[in-house]
T-cell receptor, first 113, second 115 residues
Framework: DAKTTQPNSMESNEEEPVHLPCNHSTISGTDYIHWYRQLPSQGPEYVIHGLTSNVNNRMASLAIAEDRKSSTLILHRATLRDAAVYYC??????????????FGQGTILTVHP | DAGVTQSPTHLIKTRGQQVTLRCSPK?????VSWYQQALGQGPQFIFQ???????QRGNFPDRFSGHQFPNYSSELNVNALLLGDSALYLC??????????????FGPGTRLTVT
């Protein structure tokens, strides 16, 4: 699996936007970029995923660089409930990956009131 | 619609014992994956079941085994427990198909403590 690199931690204030970066310089053309988050004492939760174009959903936006070697998860207005560990994961289409997720250390997001 | 459920919530076992953890997938999902999460670490993939067979396996010893039933629910069995098996065990369900639709839904996990 291609490797991702994320900052260990980030901090934000409530109601401000948060930009969580992820580097994936060895990404292949068939790798989807997935983001999951894990709130304290809970299982991971799907946030968003994309392949080439920017994606928006009710939770967040995903901005993908033109060369796909990096991406940014954008939380438009952080709330205290967004405090979690955020994981950036590459998932290869086809082949034998079959939904296996390879988690790294993730980014611990702290949101201040 | 009930999401992914896991039982039990917590479990304490002694070294050398065997344990069985259970998972019911989200309604409509046919694939179940199991993960182990040690304290302070990201989840590590154990294996995945689809159509009642193990389809893919991570780097875990044979002491870890599983099963999937016709209703898609699944069990994770761990034999000869070691202290290092203490962790949060997570079950994730999904629907096998296009990666464009790929979302994994995780349960709350089972906290296993081996003493």
């Amino acid at each position: 699996d291609a490797k991702t690199t994320q900052p260990n931690s980030m901090e934000s204030n409530e109601e401000e936007p948060v930009h969580l970066p992820c580097n994936h310089s060895t990404i292949s053309g068939t790798d989807y970029i997935h983001w999951y988050r894990q709130l304290p004492s809970q299982g991971p939760e799907y946030v968003i995923h994309g392949l080439t174009s920017n994606v928006n959903n009710r939770m967040a936006s995903l901005a993908i660089a033109e060369d796909r070697k990096s991406s940014t998860l954008i939380l438009h207005r952080a709330t205290l409930r967004d405090a979690a560990v955020y994981y950036c994961i590459l998932r290869r289409a086809g082949g034998t990956s079959y939904g296996k997720l390879t988690f790294g250390q993730g980014t611990i997001l702290t949101v201040h009131p | 619609d009930a999401g992914v459920t896991q039982s039990p919530t917590h479990l304490i076992k002694t070294r050398g014992q065997q344990v069985t953890l259970r998972c019911s997938p989200k309604s409509g999902h046919d694939t179940v994956s199991w993960y182990q999460q040690a304290l302070g670490q990201g989840p590590q993939f154990i294996f995945q079941y689809y159509e009642e067979e193990e389809r893919q396996r991570g780097n875990f010893p044979d002491r870890f085994s599983g099963h999937q039933f016709p209703n898609y629910s699944s069990e994770l069995n761990v034999n000869a427990l070691l202290l290092g098996d203490s962790a949060l065990y997570l079950c994730a369900s999904s629907l096998t198909g296009s990666p464009a639709l790929d979302e994994q839904y995780f349960g709350p996990g089972t906290r296993l403590t081996v003493t």
